[in-house]
Every structure is written in structure tokens, then in C-alpha cells.
């Protein structure tokens, strides 16, 4: 879980540094849809030392491994029907004028998911997770400026990360993080720890994390196109 201070040096907030352990036990947990998925995510954002990852364990259970995918070999690649696009620091759209400014609302990202996503992505079904700097401010500003998200999709098929990162070599804008398009990369999606209480948390926790079907017409996954593998730089 990341966590958040004051520099009495400089009077910023700060985020501390991430860091996750040597070792890990790990979980390879069957979803088969998004409601599935967004289960499996309760519980790893009510849990300050665990995360997500794409990659699946040598076996279903595994205690005290290193999160590592080459020598040793403890996770591997694996096709997921499910994707977590992550936005950070993404500018350039401004909110909606019913969400009157106010960057954190349900309207607002699907007001980004037409405006940056392609559109298979549009009148979809998503589970959305606020990061943990999102909402947060001092001194009445914004520790970080712009939209800070997790969207998670379910998808039509299972896509390889390979086939992800071709999907999306174009960028969508500065602030897109591709990481998540990893095997062992973490995923995190607990809440946040403020050591200050001069640090402000705008957004109530009960709307940090939920699940969005748009219309009656919404579609309950991306259908994913044709994709073709190329060289890509990542």
C-alpha cells in the first residue's frame, strides 16, 4: 500500500517509496467474468500487503517465492480475458460541465474513456479503482494534477501481453502506463495510508472503487479486434 507524508524540509506532500517484498506468497485465482473479478479485487484492496499481477504461479498456491518470471521461473505468462489500463497524470479533457469541475466521478471517466480509448472500449461494462493519490490535497491543492485511474475490462477472448502492448503502441497521451501489460508487474489497488493529517482525502470511500455498467445496451466485454504481432518498443 503507498503511503503518504509531509516533507517538513520543503512543506510538499510526499509519496513514500513503494517497496514490496523479497518474497512473496502467492494466489493463482480462476475469474470468469468481471463480476468474478471485481470479487478477487475487494479483497486485495481491503488486504495493505498484497497486489495484483497478470502473471499465473507455478502452482496455485506458493509460499515465500521471489516474483520473478525468468531464473527462477515462479510465474508465466499468461493469457488473460481480463485488462487493467492504468491513467496517470493523464491531461487534456477537461470534466464534464454536470460534474462541475470535479475530476472524480463516474461521469468523468467515461467522459475519458470516449475521449482517449478506442472504440470498442465505448458503452462498456468496468470496474474502476481511484489510485491512491487521487482525490488527495494539500494546502487545498492537488497532491497530483490530472486523472488518476484503474479501468478494469473484461475482454471477448484471452490476450496475451504481447498482444496488448501491439494493441496499444500508439499512445493514447502522456500519462498511459503500459506496465500493467507485464507478467510480474504489481497491480496496486489497496487504499492508501496518510501519515498527516494535514493531507486531505476529497474522495469518500465508498466512492474510491466500483463497478459501471453505462446503459441498458452496454456490453459486458471489449470485443477485442484483430491484432497483429510486430516488433514493438516498449
Known sequence: TKHYTINAETDQALKG?????????????????????????ETVRNDPNAFVIRGAGKTDIQTR?????????NFDEQASRWVCLDFDEMEGN???????GNPHTQGNILH????????????T??????????????????????FNCHLFFWLDRAVTNAELKCWFTQPIAAGFDSSTFNTVTP???????????RIIDTIPDDEKF????????AKLEVEVPVIVITEYEW
Open 17 to 41: 517509496r513503494v517497496s514490496t517484498s523479497y518474497f512473496h506468497d502467492s494466489y493463482t485465482v480462476e475469474v470468469n467474468d468481471l463480476a468474478d473479478l471485481y470479487e478477487v479485487l
Open 65 to 73: 517465492v521471489r516474483r520473478t518470471k525468468d531464473d527462477p521461473n
Open 94 to 100: 477537461e470534466p464534464p460541465d454536470n460534474d462541475q
Open 112 to 123: 475519458m474513456i470516449r475521449s482517449w480509448l478506442p472504440e470498442e472500449f465505448s458503452n
Open 125 to 146: 461494462a468496468f470496474i474502476w479503482q481511484w489510485s491512491s493519490s487521487a482525490g488527495l490535497e494539500y494546502n487545498s491543492k492537488p497532491i497530483k494534477s490530472g
Open 187 to 197: 497491480i496496486f489497488v489497496g487504499s492508501h495510508i496518510v501519515k498527516d493529517p
Open 210 to 217: 466500483g463497478i459501471c455498467i453505462p446503459t441498458d445496451q
